[in-house]
């Protein structure tokens, strides 16, 4: 799958400004942002203020996504110039799972590879499993976003990060019924660097690469001082918010979604927290955001 171009269609006219400009191509530097004044279109086409609507469709979206990513394909917004930038940056978001942008670290054969194995483990015919999917991709994703020069063994560990729920949760969320979700947690990352290396055995992964990608999986929920800990627990809890929080939400209900989103915030470094500027957040899961923060705050 590949999303390679977001078309713009802006109905006044106006041109990008130079820091939308920007910001695309640092942040996606893969994906061609292009301009035009409207017309047919044959991809996934949205109207800027559907996008920002509290009732937009994102499960919706997201299974646009998966019928045309069988190929290269592009995306097109249309609306006026005061929000059609500020909301194709958040649908780019949204649907960067289909980017799968590499570095000099990932872009080689054996991670090819990898991606085909890592593919291979997931029973696409269970929506938990696609949950899982998608948020696997979306944080190798946000990953890159953070660091864009992140080494191969931290990609991997993105991909590979919530492995152990393909054995305790791909029929059933079990999670909200831990007492101590800390030490769930803990135990979940522990579990699911025992099952990686066992499935890394199997691929033609540097023996070196495949021991530091595991140890990162073991301690993802816990960032610490490690740069390459920090990147992927911001990455993961950035995926949090700006891929699975609706879902969550329509799952568990409030009260376990709060602790959630508290236990991602505090995973966020200020760097990570930076990026949440552009990530739209369901009307829902904002009004429990700004509750936690409070709550932070008192």
């Known amino acids: 799958m590949m999303l390679t171009e977001v078309v713009v269609a802006v109905r006044d006219g106006a041109r990008i400004p130079p820091s939308w400009a920007s910001w695309f191509s ?11 004044r409207g017309g047919r279109f044959a991809g996934l086409s949205f109207l800027a203020e559907a996008v920002r609507n509290p009732q937009f469709d994102y499960w919706g979206f997201d299974r646009q996504l ?22 194709a940056a958040r649908l780019l978001c949204r649907a960067q799972r289909c980017i ?37 991709l979306d944080v190798w994703q946000w990953t ?6 992140a080494s191969a063994a931290v990609q991997v560990a993105a991909l590979f990060h919530d492995i152990e729920r393909l054995e305790s949760e791909a029929d059933q969320r079990v ?28 691929s033609d992964i540097d023996p070196a690469t495949a021991r530091r990608a595991a140890e990162l999986v073991e301690r ?30 329509d799952y568990f209900g409030p009260e376990h979604t709060m602790r959630k ?17 552009h990530v739209r957040l369901r009307a829902d899961v904002l009004e429990l955001f ?8 008192a």
């Open 26 to 36: 640092t942040e996606f530097p893969t994906v061609r942002i292009s301009r035009c």
């Open 66 to 87: 998966d019928l045309h990513a069988k190929e290269p394909f592009a995306v097109r917004i249309e609306g006026d110039s005061d929000i059609v930038w500020e909301e």
């Open 100 to 136: 799968q942008r590499r570095n000099r670290h990932s872009d080689v054969s054996w991670f090819t590879e990898l991606l085909r194995l890592h593919r291979s483990l997931y029973d696409l015919d269970k929506p938990l499993v696609i949950a899982d999917y998608d948020h696997a």
């Open 144 to 149: 890159l976003r953070c660091d864009p020069d």
């Open 175 to 202: 999670e909200a019924l831990a007492d101590d979700y800390g030490a769930f947690k803990d135990a979940h990352a522990r579990q699911g660097a025992m099952t990686l290396r066992d499935v890394l055995r199997t």
């Open 220 to 249: 993802h929920e816990r960032a610490g001082e490690d740069h390459e800990r920090r990147v992927l627990a911001d990455a993961d809890a950035l995926s949090f918010f700006s891929l699975n929080s609706p879902g969550f939400l």
């Open 261 to 277: 989103i508290s236990h991602s915030l505090r995973r966020l470094s200020p760097k990570g927290r930076a990026k949440l500027a």
């Open 290 to 297: 700004r509750q936690c923060e409070r709550e932070a705050w």
